[in-house]
Each structure stands twice: as C-alpha cells, then as structure tokens.
C-alpha cells in the first residue's frame, strides 16, 4: 500500500537524526566506542536516586499538576535566581516538560505560524531547524564561524533578519562546537533582537559545564531581553540525568500559558518520580552548593583537555570548545568529507564519531565528539583516531 498520500510532506521531508544513525550502527557492532550521543557517563547521584525510590515506595504514582510540581516549580524557580539572576513566579511562569526537547517543540509550535522564520545558529543541535519546520514555520540558519569562536555574531544577524523573521532560537553553550557568548556578544545580539521586534528561544541547558575561567550569561538577565525570551533550561546533562527525562521552560506569563495548553493535551505532565528527583538535585544542590555538579564539571574539563590536545597533537587543527561536553576538531586535512570520515572510522577503527553536517552545512569539514565518555574508553577511542589519521594523511 502507498502510504505517501496520508503522510505529512513536511514531516517526510526531513532526514532522520545524524547523531541517531551513527549511534545507531554502532551499537550493532562489537567492540566500538562511541563518541557520539551526548550523554554523561556519570550514574546520577545517589541522593537524587533515593529521592524517586522513597516517592515511588510511598505510593506516589498519581499525575501532577500539567505545570508540574509545585515544589519543583518553586526550586527551578530559585535555582535560576540565585545562580543565574533570573526571577520567575512559579504559579504562571515555569512549566515542566519531558526534557528540554519537549520544551523548545511546544516553543516553536506556540510561537509558529505558517510562513513564519526562526532563525537558528549553524553548526547548532540537530533538533531546532526540524522543529520549526514541525511547527509550520521556516527555518533560516545564521552561520557562525571559527575565526568568531563560532559565536552568533550581531552583523551575521541582522543581515539574516526579513520582514517574516518573529524568533531566533540561542543555543549556547553551544553543541556541537563547545562555543560560549561572552556578556558583549549577547548585548550586541540584544540590540538586534529590539530593532526587530523578535522574541528569543534560549536553550541553556549546558549552562553548568563552562571551562577555564568563563561563566555564563542568561540571557533573559540582559535589558529589556526579560520580557522577550524564553529560557529552556533541564536536568539531563548537568545532573546526568538524561533518562529521567525532565526540562522546564521559563519566561512571560502569556507563553507559558499557550505552551501549557499543548501540553496539557498531548503529554499530560511530566513523570512524577522524575519531577521529584529533579526537585530533589536542586533542593541539595542548593544545600551543598553543588558539589556534584562541579565534581562532574571538574572531571569533563580533564577529559575535555586530553581530547583538544590529542586531536592537535595527530595533526588535526581544533577549536577550544569552553563549554557543553563536545570537540569540533576539523578533518579537512584529511581530504575528506565529514561523512565519509565519520563512515570509515565507524567501520575500520570501531570508534563512533557524529558528521559536522549533522548540525547543518556550516559543519562540514568536521567531526563531533563527546567526551563525557569514561576515560579509559576516551584514551583508546582516541589511540584508534589517530591511528586512522596517520593512515589516511
């Protein structure tokens, strides 16, 4: 039977996932090590595990409140101010969702009608130009490049801006390149979003992992950018809790509402036992001051030094990623595509990496890799890259 007829041509259109489909054929093949998901190898904290286990014992298995917790709600809502000086009200400003991804879709499908443009820092997650397209809208990507430190600059902005532009979505620290917005740029980028009249998407989530003396600036924090950005924020890499699922999305009132209504309709709430370990990482987090958090910091910054120099030091030229969990080295000297790259070192050295591509066509010429991955593994999937380098060159 054909089915294209009852398909939706603009969700067909779209290819599935790059970081997926490598992910996904390396695990069929043994012995491979894989540099390409996102995600800590951490266990998730005890205290935070033991929080779900004793709400799950008790008998907590009910709904919550399509907003969420309202104990999570007011620790979100007192994590962001004390640690990044951003207030929000609880009761109609925060909403809980089933990870940041959930998040940024019920953004763009609030904010979205057809014909709109978002525009989309590139090379940038997968998942933000897909989901405008999702929504209805168009999305217009707004290159970044190395010799910028792969920041959005207020020039590449503005020359991207048209009478159909309503949002642009700011992913920093950014993946794949590990890249970070200083106060200036993001003040730079404020004086464009006013000129315009456009409403800001930030994502946060890798606000904790920040290396070597930078910090990071919320963006909502900026002059007149409070009223005017949605910060999306979550749980799964900072408190290596990816499988539990759980984001929030903060900003005006009058969003959060309409985001609701779509949540309430297609999700209900988020997980209970997650609502309450998420709340539980914030409320000892809060106690301890973050101790956990900054252990695991602490052991990516290592890791994220033996990957940069490893790279450099077999000859491939690599940005200095400053925050999330990624190296963007470039494998142009290798006469390469990034596919191709990424292809034949899956196949010939069993070592998974993700395709600059994946991230937009402002990737080629590179690979991602991950090194929130244990450090033995690290060592050896690094000893094999090489090993594929010096082949190859």
């Not at 004390?82 to 089933?98: A, E, H, K």
């Not at 940024?104 to 989309?120: W, Y």
């Not at 956990?292 to 990957?307: C, T």
């Not at 006469?335 to 994946?358: D, H, I, Q, W, Y």
Request: hydrophobic share 40%.
């Amino acid at each position: 039977m054909n089915y294209d007829k009852f398909l939706n041509p603009r969700i067909t259109s779209v290819p599935p996932s790059g970081i997926r489909r490598f992910f996904d054929l390396a695990a069929t093949m043994k012995d491979t090590i894989s540099l390409g998901v996102g995600e800590p190898d951490f266990k998730t904290p005890y205290h935070i595990r033991n929080a779900a286990v004793d709400s799950i014992m008790d008998g907590e298995t009910q709904y919550t409140a399509n907003r969420g917790l309202p104990e999570l709600r007011s620790e979100i809502s007192l994590y962001l101010s004390g640690r990044y000086g951003v207030s929000y009200d609880p009761d109609n400003q925060i909403l809980v969702t089933i990870g940041a991804s959930e998040a940024i879709d019920l953004a763009l499908r609030s904010l979205c009608s057809p014909g709109d443009e978002v525009l989309v820092p590139e090379p940038s997650y997968v998942s933000y130009s897909p989901g405008v397209i999702f929504a209805g809208g168009n999305p217009v990507g707004v290159e970044t490049l190395e010799k910028d430190d792969f920041r959005l600059t207020a020039e590449k902005l503005e020359k991207a801006v048209t009478p159909r532009t309503k949002a642009l979505i700011l992913p920093y620290p950014n993946n794949p390149t590990g890249a970070v917005m200083e106060k200036r740029d993001l003040e730079a980028v404020a004086d464009v979003i006013r000129k315009h009249d456009l409403f800001v998407i930030s994502d946060e989530i890798y606000s904790e992992l920040i290396y070597d003396g930078h910090s990071h600036v919320s963006f909502a924090s900026l002059e007149d950018m409070y009223d005017r950005t949605l910060t999306i924020n979550g749980f799964s890499k900072a408190f290596a809790m990816t499988g539990w699922r759980v984001g929030y999305a903060c900003g005006p009132a009058e969003i959060i509402s309409v985001m609701n209504k779509i949540h309430q309709y297609a999700i209900m709430c988020a997980p209970r036992q997650g609502q309450v370990a998420a709340a539980a990482a914030l409320r000892m987090g809060r106690e301890n001051g973050y101790e956990e958090v900054l252990r695991m910091r602490d052991s990516y910054d290592r890791r994220r030094r033996l990957m940069v120099d490893a790279f450099r030091s077999m000859g491939l030229h690599c940005f200095e990623p400053y925050g999330a969990f990624y190296a963007f080295p470039s494998i142009r000297s290798s006469g390469m595509t990034s596919e191709e790259f990424c292809a034949r070192l899956l196949r010939e050295k069993n070592v998974a990496a993700v395709p600059g591509t994946a991230f937009g066509p402002g990737g080629e010429g590179n690979i991602r890799c991950c090194y929130a991955t244990a450090l033995d593994k690290l060592s050896t999937a690094l000893e094999r890259i090489a090993a594929f380098v010096k082949e190859n060159t």
